[in-house]
């Protein structure tokens, strides 16, 4: 059983009205769609917007649906100046970047006990999101890359180059990095998908809703084959 899990509705309608056999399940607020897509057992579910949420939507797929992997597919602001709106990024690592323990003697973006600040995708879902991404035919460049997350949306250029340089981030969003935790807490594999929406910099509330349906429809796309794959 695959889990996808998506922010927002733009994200996630499109998988919910491919699937056959559909059966909602209403948990926390949330609706956990559970059928088949492409033949392939999947529950699609739209989180909401941000950390707690998505953390709260994850454990949940793991504990009631008991899905072998996730994969979190949306849009993102671009932090990589080589990354272009309509782009997409394939994580290789995530992490929070509005965590600050530092006064206490961490570094920026460590959450204190946990053995590393950074969490790894899996491999194996990132080669098949590679061998995915020829099939989809997307006109876009892929990038693979580091998802960083906040509660913030990032439309800032100084705040833009100081998570760029602190955090060495490729994209910015709000979801991935708690996705990544509470799946590396559980020991799920999981995979970000993240098409972008904008350059997170003083155009980024101009390009935001300029973009976000396209962005979202690239991010799709690419998921779709790695369905028919998985």
């Not at 995530?94 to 204190?112: F, K, M, N, T």
């Not at 099939?135 to 913030?152: E, M, R, T």
């Not at 003083?202 to 369905?227: Q, T």
């Amino acid at each position: 059983m695959l889990g996808i899990i998506g922010a927002m509705d733009v994200e996630v309608n499109s998988l919910k009205s491919a699937m056959e056999y559909c059966k909602i399940k209403n948990i926390s607020g949330m609706n956990f769609c559970q059928g088949k897509i492409d033949g392939k057992d999947v529950v699609v579910v739209k989180s909401g917007i941000g950390k707690v949420n998505s953390a709260i939507c994850t454990q949940i797929l793991i504990d009631s649906f008991t899905v072998d992997s996730i994969i979190n597919t949306g849009v993102a602001g671009a932090l990589n100046p080589e990354i272009e709106i309509c782009d997409i990024v394939i994580s290789t690592t995530a992490q929070q970047h509005d965590v600050d323990v530092s006064p206490l003697g961490y570094a920026i973006g460590q959450i204190p006990d946990m053995e590393s600040c950074e969490f790894h995708a899996d491999t194996r879902l990132q080669s098949l999101a590679e061998k995915s991404i020829q099939s989809a035919g997307l006109p876009v460049n892929v990038f693979h890359g580091k998802v960083i997350s906040g509660d913030q949306f990032i439309s800032n250029t100084e705040k833009k180059m100081w998570l760029r340089q602190t955090f060495h981030g490729d994209c910015t969003e709000m979801e991935g990095a708690a996705i990544a935790q509470v799946c590396t807490l559980n020991e799920i594999p999981f995979l970000i998908i993240r098409a972008i929406s904008d350059q997170a910099d003083g155009k980024g509330k101009v390009d935001y809703p300029a973009f976000e349906k396209k962005a979202a429809e690239n991010s799709i796309s690419l998921l779709r084959e790695m369905i028919k794959n998985y």
